[in-house]
């Protein structure tokens, strides 16, 4: 909130406006319930922003791995037909 306000002082904008800026923001926060979590992560470096998506989703990366090697261990066995009957819905 202080970037705003620093940013409307030194662009001299008339108070009718800075007040309509002001309630914005207040409902932006409440509505966030605090941070824009992806307007912060997109002004990080990219490689930092890909290590703390990969963090926030290990669970997810974890479970693909999984379905992963079950796939490939049917497939060795030669079961494989049920899993595509269950991909495709047949």
Do not use: S
């Not at 904008?13 to 800026?21: A, K, M, S, W």
């Not at 926030?56 to 079961?79: E, F, H, N, S």
């Amino acid at each position: 909130m202080r970037n705003i306000e620093w940013w409307m002082k030194k662009r001299h904008l008339p108070i009718g406006f800075r007040q309509r800026v002001r309630n914005y923001e207040r409902q932006r926060w409440a509505a966030m319930r605090g941070v824009d979590e992806c307007e912060m992560v997109q002004n990080l470096p990219e490689g930092l922003r890909r290590d703390i998506k990969y963090h926030l989703c290990l669970d997810l990366v974890r479970q693909v791995r999984l379905i992963v090697m079950i796939y490939y261990r049917l497939k060795k066995k030669g079961r494989l037909i049920i899993t595509m009957k269950l991909v495709n819905g047949d």
